[in-house]
């Protein structure tokens, strides 16, 4: 049998799902390729992958799409590690650089930069290490472990996904486990259960993962919200709407 190709964030957030994948009985049916969420979604798009943890944003560029599990990597409060930093206040950026490891957060930072913060900064792409040039009137958007490194570097750091729902009121999905193409059903009910597996080892993930830059047991039962309940749902078809109006 032909494994199925899964690709996975390499960030910390993911550690619980990981954990439960390469522990339940699923593990020998697939095959784990781990990158940065935009190399991720790059690779779902061109078929290189089956299935991944993608950010939500690719959707819309998915010629058919499947979320096949009950798991994501959302947020109900401030999601801690995706954020704009800056060394001003929000009302005196001029220039916002962009985190070429993320798209979704990409995107509702352009969204929230315009919508809810209703400012107009120059907006640059990047394609190597940033963060040192965060300084002045210039801010970053960071994702991810960089963004828990941030925290202790930038003095002020604005909260995607807290300003997302304030501004709506919704949860917010930043990335959910997506298929190209149909799977088989007893494949996804068992990658289900490895991700269940996972979340109910968080304590054993935090143990496996030593990291003192950030309490990761609160990052992941206070900041980190794995469960796609319908609430995170409605938000991803919110968000998603955004994007198609903004196309």
């Given amino acids: 049998m032909n494994k199925i190709k899964v690709g996975i964030v390499n960030y910390l957030n993911t550690k619980p799902l990981i954990y439960g994948i390469q522990r339940a ?6 095959l784990l ?3 940065y969420p935009a190399n991720v979604a790059r690779m779902l798009v061109e078929g290189t992958i089956d299935v991944g943890l993608v950010p939500v944003a690719v959707i819309p560029q998915l010629k058919e799409h499947h979320i096949i599990t009950d798991y994501c990597i959302g947020c109900t409060g401030p999601v801690a ?11 005196k950026i001029e220039r916002v650089l962009l985190d070429y490891q993320s798209r979704t957060s990409v995107a509702l930072a352009k969204l929230l930069l315009r919508k809810y ?6 907006l640059v792409d990047t394609r190597s290490d940033y963060r040192a040039s965060i300084k002045g009137t210039t801010a970053g958007v960071v994702i991810g472990d960089r963004a828990l490194e941030q925290r202790k570097v930038s003095t002020y750091m604005y909260d995607l996904g807290e300003a997302w729902i304030k501004m709506t009121g919704l949860d917010f999905v930043f990335a959910a486990w997506v298929s190209n193409k149909p799977l088989p059903d007893d494949f996804i009910a068992d990658f289900n259960a490895a991700n269940k597996l996972g979340l109910e080892n968080i ?3 935090v143990a496996e993962n030593p990291y003192p830059v950030f309490d990761l047991h609160k990052y992941y039962t206070g900041h980190i919200s794995y469960a796609l309940t319908p609430e995170k749902r409605k938000g991803l078809d919110r968000f998603l709407s955004f994007l198609t109006q903004r196309a």
């Fill in 25 to 30: 009985p699923v593990a020998d049916k697939l």
């Fill in 33 to 35: 390729i781990e990158d």
């Fill in 81 to 91: 590690s995706v954020g704009i930093f800056s060394e001003v206040p929000i009302e």
């Fill in 117 to 122: 913060w209703q400012i107009e900064p120059e």
């Fill in 203 to 205: 304590d054993k993930a």
